[in-house]
């Protein structure tokens, strides 16, 4: 009798040290509901890393999770999610309530003939105008054949314009030849915004840039904006955000400004950047069917402006 009494004891410290245990759990549960944010933004996942004093980037790629150190000496992105503002179906960014970026959209021969007086009136300040392409199997240089088309008509509508070409170089020669090609037919008209390097991975098929290197891609960036910069124009890389984390060398890229396109609600790159393209199926009044819509954060048609310390 003793020794079953003595294993009813026992059983009973045992279950209720287990019901304690689920109770504490629970409630650790609930306070972290309570307390962790709605959602992460990837600067608080990179403040957020332990066991070591180095700050990770967290990016997801192919279904695998990868934390990345981040970078020393590249500027990092100061914009607040609730700075943002959406009116008329078109995104901004604001300080101390009051509006300081510009909206834009950014078009080539896909979007074929384009109203741009109705543009200009739905609100659109600037538009990023594709100059033409490099062939990603051929490699054959061709040129956009609505480009000035939208340069004259966004010119004619009051609508800033900058200029992009879509390189599939796997030179630093090859990109020097884009950037001279675009000089070659942009003279003639008033660029007020960035001549961007849109070098782009091909997903589709196969493609000569496939097996281009970090170094390679890198030297390639520089050799377009240094040619570009040379002629007196403001050189800007567009790029995404995987693509950018995993293929470029940013700490070589940082005397130029930087186009991120990532397509949501609120950006999560890391560092910093003058220019967003948040979406690719905007809707903009004198545009058929869906368009790249973008948010710029620097006003290029000021030369006295400055990015404030803030987003610097």
Known sequence: MKKLKLITIIQSVLITGLVLFIAGVLLVKKVHQETA??????????????????????????????WIPVLENVPVCKYQADQYVTRNNLTYYTENQKI??????????????IDWPTVKKAGVDFAMIRVGYRGYTGGSLVMDEYFERNMQGAHDAGIDIGVYFYSQAITPE????????VLSVIGDYQITYPVVY????????????DNISTETLTNCSIAFCERIKQ???IPMIYQ?????????????????????????????YYYNYQMWQYASDGRVPGVKGEVDVNICFKDYTNPEHEESDENA
Do not use: C
């Open 240 to 268: 995404n955000k995987r693509t950018s984390l995993l293929k470029l060398d940013l700490t070589q890229l940082t005397d130029y400004d930087f186009w991120l396109a990532e397509y949501r609600d609120r950006a999560t």
């Open 174 to 181: 090859e990109a020097v030849q884009e950037a001279d090609l």
């Open 231 to 233: 002629a007196g124009y």
């Open 37 to 66: 944010p709605a959602s992460i933004t990837q600067n608080e996942q990179a403040d957020m890393m332990s066991g070591t004093n180095e700050k990770k980037i967290f990016i997801s790629d192919d279904g695998d999770e990868l």
């Open 100 to 113: 300081i970026s510009k909206f834009g959209i950014d078009v080539s021969g896909h979007q074929e003939e």
């Open 198 to 209: 849109d070098w782009e991975t091909v997903t589709t098929a196969a493609a000569r840039t």
